[in-house]
């Protein structure tokens, strides 16, 4: 019961909304490369800057000032060191490491398993990730700086792909794009597209369907259309 009687509602309140919005702007600041290329170095940054977020919103015994000033040079020396491994790539081996070849030519190598401080069974492992389960299979496998393995298979054993096939090799003109959404046509999309209504209800009349009852239909890279009624069951 001692420690209701201590409890700093308001105070806890606003340091912590402070701290939501500090958050939020010098994520944006540092930006997406914390999240889509979490190197060892930007999780560890990731960490260390959530942790001095959570202390200032619940250690009363900090002071707010001291904490938002961590938070920002913390911030300041994360972009000073993007640049420097930006511009400098001594630096940028230096902060990320370089990729390690844990497989050569078929043969896995054992200097580059000690470096990376992986087993053979954590390898196998990573393989099977990729639906691989024979060393047999793989030419090269690099140990990448986040932590992800990336794999070129042997000729033999690699997937066929459009050109084996001797499939259609042209690129498709557009992504696919909604055009309806929820029976209305989304004419930004369309122009886009350079495509037009006319368009849209010919090819909706072809199939006997009222615009009404689309729920959401989409322009394919063929200029096919693929159409979701309402009252269709997901």
Known sequence: MDGFSTIHFWETLLRSTLS????????????????????????????????????VSTEHETDFWDGFIALIWWTLLTLLISFLTLNFSKIRALVDDRPTILIQNGTVIKKGMKKARIHTDELGMLLREQGIFSFNEVHYAVFETNGEL???????????????????????????????????????????LELTEEWVMHKLKEKQI??????FAQVLENNQLYISLNNQDN
Do not use: C, M, W
Not at 24 to 31: D, F, N, Q, S, T
Not at 170 to 179: D, V, W
Not at 210 to 215: F, G, N, P, R, S
């Open 20 to 55: 939501f919005f500090t958050i939020l702007v010098l994520a944006r600041i540092i930006g997406k490369k914390q999240l889509s290329q979490l190197t060892f170095f930007h999780y560890i940054t990731g960490i260390t800057i959530g942790s001095i977020a959570a202390e």
């Open 150 to 192: 990336s794999v070129l298979k042997k000729p033999t054993f690699a997937n066929a792909t459009k050109q084996d096939a001797k499939a259609d090799l042209s690129l498709p003109p557009h992504l696919p794009t909604e055009i309806i959404r929820s029976g209305k046509i989304l004419r930004k999309n369309l122009e886009e």
């Open 210 to 215: 009222d615009i009404k009852d689309v729920y």
